[in-house]
């Protein structure tokens, strides 16, 4: 009854097309994936301004310039597919994607982040908004898995940073360190130039180690099968194709053995 609920909610939009407003929506994942990257942003925006430290703010700089990666993509996504791009950025609402995407003027993003949560609204709710997020399981799972990394990656540079710098024989003194640190670490190359030297740290180590093997090893199958998934269809399409020609053969085998049959008890 659930799963007919989410899909009457997600037939009312027209996903990967251009509204008759003028916006465009992608797909039920991506929004959503979008509408995580902007609280994220909105919410560095609000500690950077409350905290003063520049191991804060060198961390959340660094992943802004990740997070404006993300949404200049999503602008050009929209733009290609739209049928009008004039009335996409005009009526769509377009100008406020394209001036949130630069970092100076980020505070708009908390204009994304409200138009994202009317669609998630349209979608029924958190709850079912996060139903519909996995409607598509492969896209779903690999964004929510970019997301986690993207906290890991941002979250797990302030922790390591905090209760590594000042220890005795410390190699993780400043953020670029931290982050350069859970990178190596979440992708499990572990260079051994930065490693932390307290318990406490290597206890967040291994927390990131682990959710780094997670991490990767979905984007790993993901790709192995987006790899091998076309290969496999053009398979099953050549042996459907051979069955159909195989079966008028053995049909008129058939008919043929019949008549044969027939005219030999005449």
Do not use: C
Not at 24 to 34: G, N, Q
Not at 36 to 61: C, K
């Amino acid at each position: 009854m659930a799963d007919i609920d989410i899909e009457e909610h997600l037939s009312q939009i027209e996903w990967g097309k251009q509204q008759r407003n003028g916006e465009v929506l992608l797909s039920p994942a991506w929004e959503i994936f979008v509408l995580g990257i902007s609280i994220l942003s909105v919410f560095n925006l609000l500690i950077v301004a409350i905290i003063r430290n520049p191991d804060i703010e060198q961390v959340f700089v660094i992943m802004d310039l990740i997070l404006t990666i993300v949404f200049v993509f999503d602008l050009l996504r929209r733009i290609v597919v739209a049928d009008s791009a004039r009335r996409y950025l005009v009526d769509g609402y377009g100008w406020v994607d394209a001036l949130a995407a630069f970092p100076v003027l980020r505070i708009l993003r908390l204009l994304r982040m409200y138009r994202l949560m009317i669609v998630l609204r349209r979608l029924g709710g958190p709850s079912k908004g996060f139903r519909a997020f996995f409607s598509n399981r492969a896209a779903g799972g690999l964004l929510s898995v970019l997301l986690i990394a993207l906290l890991v990656l941002e979250f797990g540079a302030l922790a390591v940073v905090a209760v590594e710098r000042g220890a005795e024989g410390a190699t993780i003194e400043t953020a670029a360190d931290g982050l350069w640190y859970v990178l190596v670490t979440m992708s499990t190359v572990g260079y051994g130039v930065y490693y932390p030297v307290t318990d406490l740290g290597r206890i967040f180590g291994s927390l990131i180690i682990i959710v780094g093997v997670g991490v990767f090893g979905t984007l790993t199958g993901f790709l192995a099968t987006a790899f091998l998934a076309p290969s496999e269809m053009a398979q099953a399409a050549k042996e459907a194709a051979a069955v159909d020609k195989a079966e008028p053969i053995d049909g008129s085998n058939d008919a043929g053995g019949a008549e044969g049959g027939s005219a030999a008890g005449a």
